[in-house]
């Protein structure tokens, strides 16, 4: 009894003099004593601190099914941040030991549907939304957006990036991190840089030249980094010209911190690197999930002195500092209930933004009621890719039948229990012992079914109109194959039998693509009468699609990336490792997670190194400037209504120009419009430059039949500057430059020639490949 006053009197004489009760004389953590804070840690816990603490796979984990943590010290105030993978929405397990409750965050959409908006304000809007759930869940940080360039169309995470161009991909994954930052949850641009494809991609070396890196690859993340200062990057798996990129000094330092400015903290990828020395010095403060082998190979440098305490002081505080704003630290009493209806409404908005009109002979929107549903997944919809970047763990996902029904079609019952058998039945076949919760690389779907002369008769005569979907999914860890760019036997047999029997009775059949890169389109849609692009949209992807069927919602999504005519178009098909036999993909399965180490053997071309010799001749790059045919160009996307484009003026002011246009409505529709600016360079094929590139996009409100906007739009001399490998410097040449108003890279509205005055600014001649390139020149 007396103890106890004793102990209550103590503690009210502490509170009275502002003392902590655990930590009378100990400092504790604040936003402005972090160097203090620093010179109390021991060596072992700075140590600690670089790494993290595992994955939390186990149900017994704070936050089951997440991706990470760091390492927390209690007795210096120093709390564990939480991160998750959340490209497409917070990835999460949705239900814990003893715990009766669900934890569902919101499946958004996957990043195509986001870049074919070509709208920054619906990217933050996700991103905050994303970040938001984070927030109210309990972590702290996510390790998206992912925003490779989509060099190759069989890259098997294209479904988590945004485009073939970095001034899309960079602006977009800008507009996305300031919506999670604006939540006060800590963004992280990925996979820094290079990770163009997913086959040996722990050990493969991107060999590219300093131009294409300067003008594409890092440019993206430049523009990111620049416009939305992410308090995280993650450095990728694969090395480039040469080191790891978690390893490379002149990639981290000399670049992002020394010339782009860059104040954030790097993250290595999980279990990215060789080498955790190497990586400390190279400015890649923190690495995931964290090895033993790591924590010993610092702490032992840093006793020889071949890695200085200076430099892992650094290191510790950037992520100090990046503890610091985190939710966790300033104790956010998070309430695991996000607004999920005000998201899913979000979902669906997105998920119609971003589809593409391709093709459209007097069919959309559909004016009968009764459809016709051919084709698997029209039936088993793909809402995302897979892995850790793919579709998240959603309770639901609107099916594109509860959406046609939602939307008031009658569906075609015989067809719909024929369909579901054949599909139930697949996926038994496919997984005799159920099918499995999550699977990182696309899990096997069943065949499509044959249909007879007896369904197609049936469904001809009770139906308006046929609707065929054809879908793929693409996943982490291995790249698709070839044969995925075109149709199966079934989906032509398929698309032949539905459309002759549709056509013979005079009615019409329209195709969705429910996809996650481009597919072949050439060889077949003069078969059908309306080309729909419904990338892949999250949990509400079937009301989303049929907002835009129905004519709900008046399609404005523009194509991120080309639609070539065949595999082996792009220059770049000339070095991706397209035909990889399985066997050489089992191998090389992420180590780390299991990945056996590969037997020396004599580096072999697209594995263990990639040129890429198409150089800046990426997507439209290269079939624009160099005059080859495409099925869709960059940039493409028709409407339900038609747009004007007038006045398209040109204003120079100091160091940059001032562009407006004003855009019509000229049809019977209301619609949005995306609005792209193109700019040409003076003489670009001596130059060897690209005929035109992206320099600026805008979006237009919804505009009422015959309504007009004004919208503008800005450049700046440094924006149109190529980089010169000679003089390591960026260089606009003076001359006369065509400012192009597009409706795509291929089809020019306005344009206006615009005289334009030197500049130059000299960067380090860094990254430089080792071996010879041979390059694609114009
Ligand atoms: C992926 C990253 C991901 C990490 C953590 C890696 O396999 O490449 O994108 O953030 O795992 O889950």
Redesign the pocket.
């Known amino acids: 009894m007396k103890l106890k006053t004793i102990k209550v009197t103590f503690v009210a004489v502490a509170a009275l003099f502002g003392y902590s009760n655990n930590a009378s004389a100990q400092t504790q953590l604040r936003a402005d004593n972090i160097d203090e804070v620093i010179k109390e840690m021991t060596l072992e816990e700075k140590c600690h601190l670089v790494l993290g603490c595992g994955?939390h796979f186990n149900d017994d984990t704070k936050f089951p099914g997440t991706?990470?943590s760091s390492y927390a010290i209690p007795r210096l105030g120093i709390p564990s941040i939480y991160c998750a993978?959340s490209q497409q929405g917070l990835?999460m397990s949705a239900s814990r030991a003893w715990d009766h409750r669900d934890y569902y965050p919101t499946d958004f959409v996957a990043s195509m549907t986001l870049a074919a908006t070509w709208d920054r304000e619906v990217a933050f809007a996700v991103g905050q939304g994303i970040g938001n759930e984070v927030k109210e869940f309990g972590l702290d940080w996510i390790?998206?957006p992912?925003m490779n360039l989509i060099r190759n169309v069989l890259c098997g995470r294209n479904h988590?990036y945004y485009s073939e161009d970095p001034y899309l991909s960079g602006t977009i994954a800008a507009g996305y991190v300031n919506g999670v930052q604006s939540e006060g949850t800590a963004a992280?641009p990925?996979?820094f840089v290079a990770n163009n494809q997913e086959t040996n991609?722990n050990n493969n070396v991107s060999r590219i030249s300093q131009r294409a890196l300067r003008e594409l690859y890092l440019k993206a993340f430049e523009i990111c980094v620049k416009e939305s200062n992410p308090w995280t990057i993650?450095t990728?798996?694969n090395k480039l010209n040469g080191p790891y990129t978690v390893e490379d000094y002149d990639l981290l330092t000399t670049i992002v911190r020394n010339e782009w400015g860059w104040k954030g903290m790097f993250v290595s990828?999980?279990n990215a690197g060789k080498d955790a020395v190497l990586a400390m010095k190279a400015g890649n403060e923190m690495l995931?999930?964290g090895q033993d082998k790591q924590y010993q190979a610092i702490l032992d440098a840093v006793k020889s002195g071949k890695l200085s305490l200076d430099i892992l002081n650094k290191n510790v505080k950037r992520i100090l500092e990046l503890v610091v704003r985190s939710h966790n630290f300033k104790g956010y009493n998070y309430s695991n209930e996000p607004n999920l209806k005000a998201h899913a409404k979000t979902v669906r908005e997105v998920g119609a933004d971003g589809i593409v009109l391709l093709k459209n002979s007097s069919v959309l929107p559909l004016t009968g009621k009764n459809v016709a549903l051919f084709g698997n997944t029209s039936y088993d919809i793909i809402s995302g890719g897979s892995?850790?970047?793919g579709t998240s763990v959603g309770h639901y996902t609107v099916s594109l039948v509860e959406g046609m029904r939602n939307a008031g079609f009658n569906v075609n019952k015989q067809l719909l229990n024929k369909y579901k058998r054949h599909i139930d039945e697949g996926y038994k076949k496919l997984n005799p012992n159920g099918k499995p919760a999550f699977s990182?690389t696309p899990p096997a779907r069943p065949e499509e079914l044959s249909l007879t002369a007896e369904d197609l008769a049936q469904a001809v005569a009770a139906t308006d109109v046929a609707i065929i979907t054809l879908g793929r999914k693409s996943g982490?860890?291995a790249d698709r194959p070839k044969a995925e760019f075109y149709l199966t036997d079934g989906e032509k047999a398929m698309i032949k039998a539905v459309s002759e029997a549709y056509h013979k009775a005079g009615k019409k059949v329209v195709a969705l693509l429910d996809i996650c890169s481009p597919i072949d389109v050439a060889s077949w849609q003069n078969q059908v009468d309306g080309l729909v692009c419904t990338w892949q949209g999250g949990q509400e992807m079937g009301d989303a699609v049929a907002d835009v069927l129905s004519g709900k919602v008046n399609p404005s999504g523009k194509l991120p990336m080309t639609f070539q005519i065949n595999y082996g178009d792009a220059y770049a098909d000339k070095n991706f490792p397209a035909e990889v036999s399985k066997d050489m993909l089992g191998s090389m399965f992420?180590w780390g997670?299991g990945q056996k180490e590969m037997k020396p053997r004599e580096p072999q071309k697209d594995i263990d190194f990639t040129n890429y010799e198409e150089d800046i001749y990426v997507g439209y790059r290269y079939f624009d400037s160099f005059g080859k045919p495409v099925a869709y160009p960059f940039g493409y996307g028709l409407s339900y209504t038609t747009f004007a484009y007038n006045d398209l003026k040109v204003t120079q002011k100091n160091d940059s120009y001032e562009v407006s246009v004003t855009i019509k409505n000229t049809g019977d529709k209301a619609g949005r419009n995306v609005v792209e600016l193109y700019v040409a360079a003076p003489n670009s094929k001596k130059a060897n430059k690209p005929a035109k590139e992206l320099r600026n996009y805008t979006k237009t409100k919804l505009l009422q039949p015959g309504e007009s906007q004004t919208v503008s739009m800005t450049v700046k001399t440094s924006d149109l500057a190529s980089f010169n490998e000679q003089k390591s410097s960026w260089i606009t040449d003076a001359g006369n430059y065509r400012f192009l108003i597009c409706s795509s890279s291929a089809d020019v509205e306005a344009s206006q020639s615009v005289k334009v005055k030197a500049w130059k600014q000299r960067v380090h001649n860094v990254l430089k490949p080792q071996t010879k390139l041979n390059l694609l020149h114009r």
């Open positions: 994955m991706a990470g993978d990835r390790l998206a992912s988590e992280c990925k996979h991609r993650m990728s798996y990828d999980w995931q999930p892995g850790f970047g990182i982490e860890a992420m997670y």
